[in-house]
């Protein structure tokens, strides 16, 4: 049996076999009080005040450490267990403040409702105050330690979630305090800042600086994440009609009440920033002045109304909701009657729908989240997911601590390399050659899956001759991997399951990017890792609604839910619903409008959300394209890089000041709630393209809230069938779910693939766009930060953050560095092809010889001036990852 029964209080309750007394309590409602237990934490046993009695036993055993069995009578409020707890309460406060009416804390810490609920009255004990000075080094909280009670929650989530380490108990006896390894700044033992600790804190002792003094929130609203694609659930605190305070769900399905930094600490300071559109604005005479919404709707319908379809773009958002997504590409199409309709996925995972669909015949995640973290082996190529996903790097970490092999393919020595059981560190670019080597070995040894390759997968013979090419002799010289890591990296993937794979724009971002993931698909299939539990191929989704924003059909190829723009018959469903004629040839892409533009074939452009003049590569030829538009609408919540090159400015909504739905990388379709009133002026999204189609007398766009658009969408879309906000407010359901009574799909690929067989395709090692020469000695490959996100717009507005990382560096190897005379710090130029930017060196054994990094989330540091436009052929995305470049002292 799973399941034990036994008698808390008079009542029977039904407990998991493995659970301790006090989570059967918990489960079942029942109170016990606590001050050292904290869900997902070993128990501890330190604070003693969930003693119980256990009729049979002898003594008071703590709650949290003795487990529930079978017939188990527990009495958790007796007179006697009651006086035993207010003695030890009273040691504890003996050391603690007791000025609660002035405690930041007050009316909502743990401390207090303890010394309630066992009556506590007064303290007998004679007190002694720590007198110990209140740290305020780090940005975003204060440590008072003279409040804490060494419970010890803080240091053991940072150590046993979050695997960071960066506080402990330091000293000893009655000098016993939390603190970092010789009183360093948090900076400098590697602390995230993720506020797991302070979410643990049961008192005062640590405090969120920017709401300390608040008290109470007046409303709590649960809601998604702006952020990567994980989709934490977070509850934004409102007092006031402001948000004070960012802290994660503790129910969150996906994040378990983890967040990272900017989730926890870069929320409220963007939304409510100063420097929000508020207003729309017009260029007049050179000048971005204000306007009121009248005239600016006027004016982009009756600019738009004044060009041939052909003649005009659209760029929806992965950072608006599905709704708006929906609303935006049915705009293009019913209303200008184009298909040039693209987003920012064509930067990051264009190649994961093409290569997916041709191997597994979806495009999308194939497992779940939650699952990563019960794999037998994770091969991690070309993520950093502690730094870009970071609660998804939790899961990895947890894999790890159950006895898991990771695998971290990666250039750069990445903070996952310190779980590794194995770290192929290859050059820029060679990920085809690495999988394919790996594969080789696989079936040269016999360690594939003959059985599930017979039954669910074709095309082997073909790919094994691929194989042929790529013997390690081959396949060591252009990874730069020795062959015997190859070969036992494919021994342990091979012989662990179930095993995994993690990939992002590592493997993405190349002018061969489509045969990246699709080698990604055939070391699945090989080793049989598809269509189970924990297995899987599983890109990770760079922006918050990225994989939303594809399924709604913001692409130029697809209507929502990737059908077909190109079949007749799927093209008459969209006429018939929308009541209109319809654009039957594909178009253009993201980085073919923006050439068309600089050819002056595309002549006015409609951009949401989206800030290209930072984001895309050789930005230098994006400007100049962006100067050349006609007529450019950019719709945002700030004055971004790009909208400075608007005509008209429309002020948007931040996910905070609307409702909606934005889809996670896991396919989980998650609740957007409005939280606070619009700034100013502003509008959402939705709500503002309605308008301009309404004014160019279209119909089918009298939307009075998201709710109906979810509807038409829902209609519409066969894998978003089942998916409406009733169910939703349950939590999130994952595509395909096709009826209202479907529960969601966890997994795909179960017992057959979408396309009928897995396909095996046959690959050829290309080599990157550009290599090293004696001109541009040096390769440059770019990524994001922990810290920051994207072009910057919403989290450089946020002041810890600018703190913790305020400029962009260019990483470079020490044995580089010596060779050019670059000193830690020293000012740079970096150079390539395209242009040149200046800024500081930072000296890293991250880096490995030959190969520098970059960030892009600076304008004043704009890495992607340096960057390779050259194009994947398949997908169309550009090669981020690689670019010569020559760096130079100044």
Known sequence: MDTVTLIIDGKEVKAKREATILEAALEAGIYIPTLCYYPDLIPFGACRLCIVDIEGMRGFPPACTTPATEGLVVHTNTPKLQELRRNIMELILSEHPYSCLTCPKNLNCELQRVARYIGLEKVTLPYTYKELPVNRENPFFDRDYNLCILCGRCARVCQEVRKVGAISFTYRGSETLIGTAFNQPLQEVSCEFCGACIDACPTGALMERANKWE???????????????????????????????????????????????KGRFGIAEFVQHPQRLTSPLIRRNGELKEASWDEALDLVARKLKGYKADEIGVIASAKCTNEENYVMQKFA????????VDHCARLCHAPTVAGLVQSFGSGAMTNSINEVGNAACILAIGTNTTEDHPVIGLEVKRAVDKGAKLIVANPREIDLCRFASLWLRHNPGTDVALLMGMMRVIVDEGLLDAAFIEERCENLDAFKQALNDFDLDFVEPITGVPRDKIAQAARMFATNSPATIL??????QHSHGTDNVMATANLAMLTGNVGKPS?????????????????????????????AVASPAIREKFEIAWGCSLPSSPGLTLVEMLEAAYRKEIKALYLIGENPALSDPDVGHVRETLAKLEFLVVQDIFLSETAKFAHVVLPAVSFAEKDGTFTNTERRVQRVRKAIEPIG????????????????EAGGFDYSHPFDIMEEIRYLTPSYGGISYQRLESGGLQWPCPSDDHPGTPILHVNTFVRGKGRFIPLKYVPPGESPDEDYPLILTTGRSLYHFHTGTMTRKVAGLNIIEPEGTVEISPEDASQLAIAQGDK??????????????????????????????????????????KLDPISKIPELKVAAVRVEKL
């Not at 990939?503 to 993405?508: L, N, S, V």
């Not at 002026?681 to 160019?696: E, G, T, V």
């Open 828 to 869: 740079v130029r970096v150079s390539s092809r395209r242009g040149e930017i200046r800024v500081k060196a930072k000296i890293t054994e991250a880096s490995p010889p030959g190969v520098v990094f970059m960030t892009f989330h600076f304008v004043e540091s704009p890495a992607n001036i340096l960057t390779n436009p």
């Open 503 to 508: 990939y992002a724009m590592g493997i993405t």
């Open 215 to 261: 008290g109470l929130p007046d409303r709590e609203v649960v809601t998604t994440c702006p952020y990567c694609g994980v989709g934490c659930q977070l509850k934004l605190e409102v007092k006031d009609e402001r948000i004070i305070s960012s802290i994660p769900a503790p129910d969150g399905t996906v994040n378990h009440g983890q967040v990272c930094v």
């Open 333 to 340: 199409r019913a209303v200008l009657g184009t298909n040039n």
């Open 681 to 696: 002026d502003s509008h959402p999204d939705w709500w503002i393209i309605c308008q301009i189609a309404k004014r160019l």
């Open 535 to 563: 297995t899987g191929v599983n890109p990770l989704r760079g922006q918050n609604n990225v994989q939303g924003a594809c399924d709604m059909g913001a692409l130029p190829n697809v209507y929502p839910g990737y059908q």
